[in-house]
């Protein structure tokens, strides 16, 4: 028998993933089994135990081949060292929709964790991830915003508590009602427009030298 090398492994497990990602588009993941994949993927149930520890171990392997670009952005966001935050995480959300609306994969994958997966007890660590990411940019929000405020020695007009979760749910609901009907309206487009309504709201234009008054 030959013997079975590193690029072999990392063929079957992107096979694994690649048919993951099909199924659970068509079928929904809930009724996709895990020798459905198998099937589909032309190996065996022991292949994907031997990558995955469970289904939804393979589904955040999935996601993860398409959010780590989107996710990316906000690491690379170095708010600590920026002049003006809030211009810096305006940059990494419009950079995660223009990825969303240009890049098929990634749009497929979304469109599944969105609309296609339920969270029952077998995928509970798929909701656990996609609560860990929404905290991760609840809370860089947060971050941009105070720092914001503090070098314009300006004080926030409401809690900015409330806000960093506002400008979050405001991106992820634009993206959700896109994911359902892409050609209904400019992700981008709307996108940068909505952001710059809201930041405007707190007397915050990104593009104003970070001492200036609002």
């Given at each position: 028998?030959?013997?079975?090398?590193?690029?072999?492994?990392?063929?079957?497990?992107?096979?694994?993933?690649?048919?993951?990602?099909?199924?659970?588009?068509?079928?929904?993941?809930?009724?996709?089994?895990?020798?459905?994949?198998?099937?589909?993927?032309?190996?065996?149930?022991?292949?994907?135990?031997?990558?995955?520890?469970?289904?939804?171990?393979?589904?955040?392997?999935?996601?993860?081949?398409?959010?780590?670009?989107?996710?990316?952005?906000?690491?690379?966001?170095?708010?600590?060292?920026?002049?003006?935050?809030?211009a810096e995480i305006r940059r990494a959300m419009l950079e995660g929709l223009r990825i969303i609306a240009t890049d098929a994969q990634t749009r497929r994958v979304l469109q599944i964790a969105t609309h296609q997966v339920e969270y029952t007890a077998e995928l509970g660590a798929v909701l656990e991830r996609h609560q860990h990411s929404h905290r991760e940019w609840v809370g860089r929000n947060l971050q941009a915003l105070q720092k914001t405020f503090a070098l314009r020695q300006l004080a926030p007009p409401v809690s900015l508590t409330h806000v960093s979760l506002g400008l979050q749910a405001l991106l992820e609901g634009l993206v959700q009602h896109w994911l359902l009907d892409p050609s209904a309206f400019d992700l981008q487009d709307v996108g940068r427009t909505s952001l710059d309504v809201f930041l405007a709201g707190l007397g915050l234009r990104p593009h104003d030298p970070p001492h200036a008054a609002a």
């Open positions: 028998m030959a013997r079975r090398t590193k690029a072999d492994a990392q063929t079957t497990r992107n096979n694994l993933l690649d048919a993951a990602e099909q199924l659970f588009q068509s079928r929904g993941v809930s009724r996709t089994s895990l020798n459905d994949i198998a099937t589909a993927a032309g190996t065996t149930r022991g292949a994907i135990y031997w990558h995955f520890r469970d289904k939804a171990d393979l589904f955040n392997a999935m996601m993860e081949r398409v959010t780590l670009p989107l996710e990316r952005t906000l690491i690379e966001t170095r708010l600590d060292e920026a002049a003006n935050p809030v």
